[in-house]
């Protein structure tokens, strides 16, 4: 039985090395760029600390702005191109 196929909610593997429910600390080291969901555009500015925790499909960012907590959820791939880009680094 294929359970990728079978289950869309399945786990999928990322560069970020974390496995479901694992969380890490990264830090921003050039300017994110991303939309969450359907909504506005956000921006994630550099040298802002990172939490991370790992979803089945999605990696589950939360960081302060200005004071105020913030989170998104970025999809695997997504995630993946900005660790390669070098854009965040996981610090664990």
């Known amino acids: 039985m294929n359970t990728t196929t079978d289950n869309p909610m399945a786990y999928v593997p990322g560069s970020d090395g974390l496995n479901l429910g694992d969380a890490a600390q990264a830090r921003v080291v050039s300017l994110l ?20 925790e790992r979803a089945p499909q999605s990696v589950v960012v939360s960081w302060k702005e200005d004071g105020q907590p913030m989170n998104a959820a970025i999809p695997v791939v997504e995630f993946n191109n900005f660790l390669d880009a070098g854009q965040i680094v996981i610090e664990r």
């Open 33 to 52: 760029e991303f939309r969450a969901g359907d909504g506005p555009m956000i921006q994630i500015h550099p040298d802002y600390e990172l939490r991370l």
